[in-house]
């Protein structure tokens, strides 16, 4: 752990060891090593992006996603671009200076109309930064989209394991996932890659290959959440991802890529009751709440009993200010571009 900490590779068959043998003790120690180096490289800013989820609809058929095609039980949803303008500008009043437009897999949402929006988000709100999270397009869509006014782009890897991505994505395929992250490295956005915890069939070894592939691959940003079951999908009746073992890889990642910005997400927030505080505590620095309108909320249920999705939600920065203050962070409204990006540009 303090060869981690102090900067050195380990290899696969170290880290297998480690998370096969952490207990409390261990784990309190990586999470006091992820905070310290969270402390050294961004000090105790937590950065706030305004997440509006604009369409439930989805082409894929992701095995664990309660917006899968297959759902047929989902009351789908699609806000048009005149209502995504209107939550950016209710969010730039509340002083958010990011907004992650995030998404199914939904081709009504051509490159055209998409280029359309985000230069108007960009001209009402030059100095915002627009995350995309839309999922797999070709290189040409991604490059008109950066040319547009986009800045980062968050396409988690969801597992580095070829036979798990496999068994559970029937309609992708491992190669293009890894192939379009590249892309969008190359093409020239800041990226977010990441995980879920807890998959059915994950072992440790392939929680040690996330952990390498991240470190490989160098991503601005890592969402990193358990896994969760949704009542409608093949993976209804698996047990959740824990938040001990979530807070173990979130803590690793921050040693092995210390200057990634790391979501305290809603998944752990969904998990337990504290769990976006203890993300915090364990090396995660950004929190995005949801500013998409409340009447869509709860048809954006990516598995059971997601929290911000009812009335107590209308305020969901107010709430989460409160929390990162009592954590004993300070919310920063600031773009929060990654260290590495401040450094590359
Ligand atoms: N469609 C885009 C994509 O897949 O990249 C973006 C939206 S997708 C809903 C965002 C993330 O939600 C996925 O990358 C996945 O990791 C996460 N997710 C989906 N279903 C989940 C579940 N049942 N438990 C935990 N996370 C889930
Ligand atoms: Fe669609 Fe993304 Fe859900 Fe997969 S994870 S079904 S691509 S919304
Ligand atoms: Fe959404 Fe607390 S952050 S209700």
Known sequence: MEQLAAGAVLHKHELVYLLNHLDEDSRKQLQTLAHQKRVQ???????????????????????????????????????????????????YELGYRTFVLQSGEDDWY??????????????????????????EREDEPYTRLLEAGADRYLLRHETASPALYQALHPTMTFENRRSRLRALQRIGYQIGAGFMVGLPGQTSADLADDLLYLQQLQPDMIGIGP?????????????????????????LARLMVPDALIPATTAMGTAHPQGRELALQAGANVVMPNLSPLSVRPKYMLYNNKICTGDESA?????????????????????????KHLTHS
């Open 110 to 135: 051509t490159t055209e109309k998409l280029v359309l929006l985000i230069s108007s988000i960009k001209s009402m709100f030059p100095d915002a930064a627009i995350t995309l999270s839309i999922g």
């Open 41 to 91: 490289a961004y000090g105790t800013s937590v950065y706030l992006r305004g997440l509006i989820e604009f369409s439930n609809i989805c082409k894929q058929n992701c095995l664990y996603c309660g917006l899968r095609s297959s759902n047929k039980e989902l009351s789908r949803y699609r806000l048009l671009p005149e209502e995504i303008t209107a939550c950016c500008r209710e969010g």
């Open 315 to 339: 305020q969901c920065r107010f709430c989460l200010e409160r929390r990162i203050e009592a954590a004993g962070f300070h919310v920063d409204m600031g773009r929060g571009d990654s260290l």
């Open 227 to 251: 896994f969760l079951p949704h009542h409608a999908t093949p993976l209804k009746n698996e047990p959740p991802g824990t938040v001990e073992q979530t807070l173990d890889m979130i803590a």
